[in-house]
Nanobody, 117 residues
Framework: QVQLSQSGGGLVQPGGSLRLSCAAS????????MSWYRQAPGNQRELVAE???????TYADSVKGRFTISKDNDKNTLYLQMNSLKPEDTAVYYC???????????WGQGTQVTVSS
């Protein structure tokens, strides 16, 4: 069973920081590519960051140098550390999992991040 439970969203002022968490259950964590997506109203869902089982990381150009994706395999938890937040970072953030050699993507429930003064 693939289950992703998110936490850590909220309201923050520009320049502030938030840390998102995504707790995984189902025994798949070490065999998955994990990622963070975000979607603002009226926009397409976009990939923010991704971490593989190796692990190797990938970031969208818009967040490079500000966001850090990481994971704790012992805790089966994915993180997104977001620093120097900007209003344009405002969106619903989703964690996602794809099994190695698989094609199906499993989604967390999403959490709102609002950057505003």
């Amino acid at each position: 069973q693939v289950q992703l439970s998110q936490s850590g969203g909220g309201l923050v002022q520009p320049g502030g920081s938030l840390r998102l968490s995504c707790a995984a259950s189902g025994g798949f964590f070490s065999f998955a590519v994990m990622s963070w997506y975000r979607q603002a109203p009226g926009n397409q869902r976009e990939l923010v960051a991704e971490i593989t089982h190796l692990p190797a990381t990938t970031y969208a150009d818009s967040v490079k140098g500000r966001f850090t994706i990481s994971k704790d395999n012992d805790k089966n938890t994915l993180y997104l550390q977001m620093n120097s937040l900007k209003p344009e970072d405002t969106a619903v953030y989703y964690c996602a999992a794809r099994l190695i050699l698989g094609t199906d993507v499993y989604w967390g429930q999403g959490t709102q991040v609002t950057v505003s003064s």
